[in-house]
């Protein structure tokens, strides 16, 4: 089992920055790739941003060039860094790992960080 505990969030103006951070605890030795996914009110979890543990980046659109995710394997933490953030980008914020082999993988998911950007 993998425990994620997430911290940062909160409201901001439009066109501020906020960062978010992610550490795992547990089993973490099986860890494959952390990252970031969001949802919104009435909308589908969609991915922000996730990092494999061999630094393979993927980014959702609507974030690439405003957002930066990294990771620091050996502490098993997960940061992103939000810039120039925009109303749309309100949603709660999860942190998600990825353990398991090529064959088998299990998504763990933190609690959630409420992050709000106010126009």
């Known amino acids: 089992q993998v425990q994620l505990m997430e911290s940062g969030g909160g409201l901001v103006h439009s066109g501020g920055s906020l960062r978010l951070a992610c550490a795992a605890s547990g089993t973490t030795l099986d860890i494959v790739a952390m990252g970031w996914y969001r949802q919104a009110p009435g909308k589908e979890r969609e991915v922000v941003a996730t990092r494999t543990n061999g630094g393979d980046t993927n980014y959702g659109e609507s974030v690439k060039g405003r957002f930066t995710i990294s990771r620091d394997n050996a502490k098993n933490t997960v940061d992103l860094r939000m810039n120039n953030l925009k109303p749309e980008d309100t949603a709660v914020y999860y942190c998600?790992?990825?353990?398991?082999?090529?064959?088998?993988?299990?998504?763990?998911w933190g609690q959630g960080t409420q992050v709000t950007v106010s126009s």
């Open positions: 998600n790992a990825v353990s398991g082999s090529s064959s088998i993988k299990v998504n763990y």
